[in-house]
């Protein structure tokens, strides 16, 4: 949209690194990979296909390109079925002790994961699901590890996609708009996926996702934000669209949480995020998370741009795009909060750095708000 916030621009990598690094300190705060390599094995123990010896090893965290509000651990495991030995490499999501968010159903993220499998969009294999922490302390699950690596948070000038030849970029920025367009193509319903429709309280869908989000900032106990962003919530909610597709939204539509082997998308992570609304949701969040994070940094040379990336959104899915100023506000709600949210997640020592990038979300929601609602 590249009505990106004016405040002064800070290396937006080394912040994106920061927040990453801030984010695994919290997540990880008191537990060392030796505790959850012995969790991890009664776990796996504990499995009714397991009926020999288990061996995990190898528990470390995730590359730099991952995030999301839930911690993540890789780590290798072995153990003995009926069938013999199986061996392989997994990935622990868990929930952390002190969380982003005002709510987690970590049984929902798993559930929907398996939904998908079965459908086109490719997602990892889910194994095992500790819901109440009994082997784990935490609540978590266990899913397969998928080849591939996943962009930055800010991707045009490092990593998979900024080292990339200049036909490669073209390839992948391509094919993560494809995508997204499978993952509007699931048919929720058949999928199970109806109670994403009780996720907030609200007679529409973008009413509902809107409430969450306001429930989530209540929760942040954040005055400040609660009284500037009002006005656009009830902008928002009194101005829903009533001429949209309903479909599953990621809800995190953004590079990082989409791996690449041999530029094709080998799966889509991280969906605690995940709603039913309109497709112009995730593209309006793609766009709107670069305004907040990397804007200013050049375009890498063969990459889609954004419109170029709607065109093909619209070319492979056979939908046109609609409304697309209301859902770059509603998004930039959804950051603004998130941003809130970090505000009380993190630590007072690493709020020092980071804070320049947090109020960037806020402050493009109040611009956009006044450019587009007048409010």
């Known amino acids: 949209m590249g009505d990106s916030s004016k405040v002064t621009r800070i290396d937006d990598n080394e912040l994106g690194a920061q927040i990453v690094s801030h984010s695994r300190?919290?997540?990880?705060?008191?537990?060392?990979?030796?505790?959850?390599?012995?969790?991890?094995?009664?776990?796996?123990?504990?499995?009714?296909?397991?009926?020999?010896?288990?061996?995990?090893?190898?528990?470390?965290?995730?590359?730099?390109?991952?995030?999301?509000?839930?911690?993540?651990?890789?780590?290798?495991?072995?153990?003995?079925?009926?069938?013999?030995?199986?061996?392989?490499?997994?990935v622990l999501r868990f929930l952390p002790t002190e969380g982003l968010f005002h709510e987690y159903k970590l049984e929902a993220q798993f559930g929907l994961q398996k939904a998908l499998e079965s459908t086109s969009v490719p997602v990892p294999a889910q194994r095992w699901l500790d819901a109440e922490g009994a082997y784990l302390v935490r609540p978590g699950y266990v899913m397969e590890q998928v080849e591939g690596v996943s962009p930055p948070m800010v991707?045009?000038?490092?990593?998979?996609?900024?080292?990339?030849?200049?036909?490669?970029?073209?390839?992948?920025?391509?094919?993560?708009?494809?995508?997204?367009?499978?993952?509007?193509?699931?048919?929720?319903?058949?999928?199970g996926l109806e109670w994403l429709?009780?996720?907030?309280?609200?007679?529409?869908?973008?009413?509902?996702?809107?409430?969450?989000?306001?429930?989530?900032?209540s929760w942040s106990g954040n005055n400040e934000y609660i009284e500037s962003l009002g006005p656009v919530r009830e902008w928002l909610i009194a101005n829903e669209p009533l001429d949209m597709?309903?479909?599953?939204?990621?809800?995190?539509?953004?590079?990082g949480n989409y791996m690449f082997s041999?530029?094709?998308?080998?799966?889509?992570?991280?969906?605690?995020?995940?709603?039913?609304?309109?497709?112009?949701?995730?593209?309006?969040?793609?766009?709107?998370?670069?305004?907040?994070?990397?804007?200013?940094?050049?375009?890498?040379e063969g990459a889609l741009s954004f419109e170029e990336m709607f065109a093909e959104?619209?070319?492979?899915?056979?939908?046109?795009?609609?409304?697309?100023?209301?859902?770059y506000l509603f998004s930039a709600y959804r950051i603004a909060v998130i941003n809130v949210l970090a505000m009380k997640h993190f630590p007072e020592e690493a709020l020092e750095s980071i804070m320049p990038i947090l109020k960037r979300g806020p402050e493009l929601c109040i611009a956009r708000s006044k450019k587009i609602a007048g409010i």
């Open 245 to 255: 597709d309903l479909v599953l939204c990621h809800g995190d539509c953004n590079f």
């Open 262 to 300: 041999n530029n094709k998308v080998t799966a889509v992570i991280d969906w605690e995020m995940s709603f039913l609304g309109a497709p112009e949701c995730d593209l309006s969040f793609l766009v709107t998370g670069h305004d907040v994070l990397g804007a200013e940094l050049p375009w890498p």
């Open 313 to 327: 959104y619209e070319r492979v899915s056979g939908r046109k795009l609609r409304n697309m100023d209301y859902f």
């Open 25 to 90: 300190q919290a997540r990880f705060l008191g537990t060392s990979p030796e505790e959850w390599q012995v969790r991890l094995k009664a776990l796996i123990a504990a499995q009714e296909e397991v009926v020999g010896d288990v061996s995990v090893e190898n528990v470390r965290q995730v590359g730099e390109a991952a995030g999301g509000s839930n911690g993540t651990l890789l780590f290798d495991a072995a153990f003995v079925t009926k069938d013999g030995l199986v061996s392989g490499k997994f």
């Open 197 to 217: 429709e009780d996720r907030a309280a609200g007679k529409n869908p973008i009413e509902r996702e809107v409430n969450w989000y306001w429930d989530a900032l």
């Open 155 to 191: 991707w045009k000038v490092a990593g998979l996609i900024a080292e990339a030849s200049v036909e490669d970029r073209r390839s992948m920025t391509t094919e993560l708009i494809r995508a997204v367009a499978d993952i509007h193509k699931v048919n929720w319903r058949e999928a």
